[in-house]
């Protein structure tokens, strides 16, 4: 069955502080790994994926296929950072099967 | 369109009712999906339409809930004689196409609240 776990409901840190968003995830084949972000009072956006192994807004998730994982992580977290946070793991049959979500806040 | 666009934005409706929800795609998208986010519960895929082939309707929670895409572009939600537990937002989403890869783009939602 395909599965994705993030641990965590709430992550509370200091500005500057790092960051790391668990996600694990439990899927046949190889999927492709997102993470999406909902800022208040806005849609529900891309952050990255991990096929474009891109750094956007200072964030990177590594796949790590051994621990079966895609961490999401920031070396120094801005309040602008407070958000929903959700991991989502695509199969081949384009479904998205969202993480519940962690809620990040970062306090001045 | 700038975006997608989801109508109405909040609806409130009595147990029994039945209700539809719009999702207007990103023009040119030939994917649309539909999911609902809960409270607590994080967001639950329902369906998804990809071009002219059948529907993918595994994440549909009962007959109750049904929906329909008109010539490749808008999609309606339909829930019938609704339930409590039907009140949740409810997110469209649009891709270029349903390949690997490609990514989601979603709706504001319709909020939907069920007396």
């Known amino acids: 069955a395909q599965r994705v776990t993030q641990p965590e409901k709430l992550l509370s840190v200091f500005k500057g502080a790092p960051v790391e968003l668990k996600c694990n995830y439990s899927?046949?084949?190889?999927?492709?790994l997102f993470w999406y972000v909902q800022y208040s009072r806005q849609r529900l956006q891309l952050l990255l994926r991990h096929i474009s192994r891109e750094s956007i807004k200072g964030f990177t998730a590594d796949l790590n296929k051994g621990e079966t994982s895609f961490h999401l992580k920031k070396p120094f977290a801005q309040e602008e950072d407070s958000a929903m946070y959700y991991c989502a793991p695509r199969g081949a049959n384009s479904k998205l099967t969202f993480g519940k979500g962690i809620t990040l806040s970062v306090r001045p | 369109g700038a975006g997608v666009s989801q109508s109405p934005s909040n609806k409130v409706t009595e147990k029994g009712k039945d209700v539809e929800l719009r999702c207007d795609p990103i023009?040119?998208?030939?994917?649309l999906y539909w999911y609902r986010q809960s409270l607590g519960q994080g967001l639950e895929f329902l369906i998804y339409?990809?071009?002219?082939?059948?529907?993918?309707k595994s994440g549909l929670p009962s007959d109750r809930f049904s929906a329909e895409r008109t010539g490749g572009s808008v999609s309606t939600l339909t829930i019938q004689r609704t339930q409590q537990e039907d009140s949740a937002v409810y997110l469209c989403?649009?891709?270029?196409?349903?390949?690997?890869?490609?990514?989601?783009?979603f709706g504001d939602g319709t909020r939907l609240s069920i007396l």
């Open positions: 023009s040119g998208h030939t994917a």
């Open positions: 989403a649009s891709s270029l196409d349903g390949v690997f890869n490609q990514p989601q783009h």
């Open positions: 899927y046949s084949g190889s999927p492709e």
């Open positions: 339409f990809q071009g002219n082939s059948a529907p993918d």
